[in-house]
């Protein structure tokens, strides 16, 4: 057989491995973790109902962000209540926004509402093989069980204007593949646990992007922690997320906090375990070029938005212009339960079953989106009028379906408890997207005229329609690192 290297760079004739003697020299990074660690000096981060900062300071060294990890112990008291306390099962849950930026206020990442941005993103843009390798460190991970068991079990209190107690289990889909959803404590138990969060799997951002990088002066990485709204609460009831009566987690002692522990874990403070060039020679060749001529590189960049709407119609329009990006690659769009918290959390599921109710044709409760379509500068991006309605044809499936193949949303119902919209003006395709790959360069131009992006909701379920609509954009910036100077235009 012939590799696909000799396919790829064969003329005429393709040469068989067994008779191909061409070999060549690999050069390549070496990197060793440094700790940075944040301004709080060893003290742990106190959560609370609102979101507490914490800077990192960067040396001007040659890392890789993408092989880097954020690092950090969550201890999570013993409740007030002497009851069950539950936790999301949600990559960085304890982070509401992320910043990364040079000392002249250069912003080169600024990512809000970034627990969202990864519930969605990362269902989405994981390849599957990558998803079964990860564990409860990440956050996001397989549940490992059966689908009507914990942590498999999914919150049912999804169609009310208020949290409902003792609700039955609502069971997801796939065993043992299928995303974890909640874990819960013991009667009257604290909660502790570590947090090893790799920064490449911030998906359509500097810091997914597998390069070398020098900038010449100090950086900064700002973490916004909380609230704790996002990351947990209290129940009576330690049978399903959604049974008991559940109230706003507040400890029975002390504080919940980054950067603390309860045995057996281990405390670690928070800190960014950079990932440092130690190949002296590739280390002097990027500072040298950066020094001389400069280094210039295309990376992703997200910017955030989030509108609450309410009826059987919803609109949702947002205005770009060249100020936001030189293109636009990727627009996600999730409408969320308006109740951000206990149970609902996380809620964006759009299915037609919850826990055993199924809606009819003549009372649709479930569903939050029956029927939608996207618009650019008010031209529809779809020629049809998208159908979720719980009887078929489910055409915003099969709208997704190239995107997520070979991601872990590999059924319907996974899919719909998952639920998204995006517009891909790249068309790269689900591999790339999944191997983090930064090699191309698409979408819209954005330096003719202004953008206005909308979601038309055509059809929203009939009561308690009240939604979060959260929406990520990904542009294409230009990341200059020049001598004494660092732009992103």
């Not at 981060?45 to 507490?52: N, R, Y």
């Not at 009257?188 to 002066?217: E, H, T, W």
């Not at 590189?297 to 609450?308: G, R």
Request: hydrophobic content about 35%.
């Amino acid at each position: 057989m012939a590799s696909q290297s000799a396919i790829a760079e064969g003329n005429g004739v393709v040469t068989a491995d067994q008779i191909n003697y061409h070999q060549k020299m690999f050069s390549h990074p070496s990197y060793k973790f440094e700790p940075q660690f944040s301004n709080t000096f060893g003290q742990p981060i106190v959560l609370g109902a609102s979101q507490t900062p914490s800077t990192i300071n960067i040396p001007p060294e040659v890392f890789n962000l993408s092989q880097s990890y954020l690092l950090y112990s969550v201890n999570i008291p013993a409740n007030s209540l002497g009851s069950y306390t539950w936790y999301a099962a949600q990559a960085l849950k304890e982070v509401s926004h992320i910043q990364f930026y040079s000392g002249s206020n250069m912003w080169i990442a600024d990512i809000d509402n970034l627990q969202n941005y990864l519930d969605i993103t990362l269902k989405k843009e994981l390849e599957q093989d990558e998803f079964l390798s990860l564990d409860s460190l990440t956050g996001v991970y397989p549940n490992n069980s059966v689908v009507n068991v914990i942590p498999a079990l999914r919150n049912s209190s999804i169609n009310t204007t208020t949290n409902q107690s003792n609700l039955a289990a609502n069971p997801s889909s796939v065993n043992y593949t299928e995303p974890a959803y909640f874990q819960v404590s013991a009667l009257n138990g604290a909660v502790s646990y570590v947090v090893q969060f790799p920064l490449r799997l911030i998906k359509n951002s500097v810091f997914s992007i597998d390069k070398n990088m020098y900038f010449g002066q100090t950086t900064y990485m700002k973490v916004y922690f909380g609230p704790l709204s996002k990351i947990c609460y209290t129940s009576t009831s330690n049978a399903n997320p959604s049974a008991g009566t559940k109230t706003s987690y507040a400890p029975g002692a002390g504080n919940a906090s980054i950067g603390a522990a309860t045995a057996p874990t281990v405390a670690v403070n928070f800190q960014l375990m950079l990932a440092v060039e130690s190949n002296q020679d590739l280390r002097t060749m990027i500072i040298n070029q950066v020094q001389s001529t400069g280094l210039s590189y295309l990376i992703p960049y997200v910017q955030a938005f989030k509108n609450s709407n309410f009826g059987q119609a919803q609109n949702i329009s947002i205005q770009l212009d060249a100020g936001n990006g030189r293109s636009l690659m990727k627009v996600y769009h999730a409408p969320y339960n308006t109740l951000e918290d206990l149970d609902t959390m996380y809620d964006h599921s759009n299915n037609m079953t919850i826990a055993g109710t199924t809606d009819t044709p003549a009372a649709i409760v479930n569903q939050k989106i029956q029927q939608y379509y996207t618009q650019l500068n008010g031209k529809r991006n779809q020629d049809i009028t998208i159908d979720c309605t719980y009887s078929g044809p489910f055409l915003d499936y099969m709208s997704h379906r190239r995107q997520i193949r070979g991601s872990i949303l590999n059924n319907l119902n996974t899919y719909h408890y998952n639920w998204f919209h995006c517009d891909d003006w790249t068309d790269f395709g689900p591999r790339y997207d999944q191997d983090n790959r930064g090699e191309l360069i698409s979408g819209i131009p954005m330096s003719v005229a202004p953008l206005t992006w909308s979601f038309i909701g055509v059809q929203i379920r009939q009561a308690n329609n009240n939604f979060q609509h959260y929406t990520w954009f990904v542009f294409v910036k230009k990341l200059t690192m020049a001598p004494g100077q660092v732009l992103v235009q």
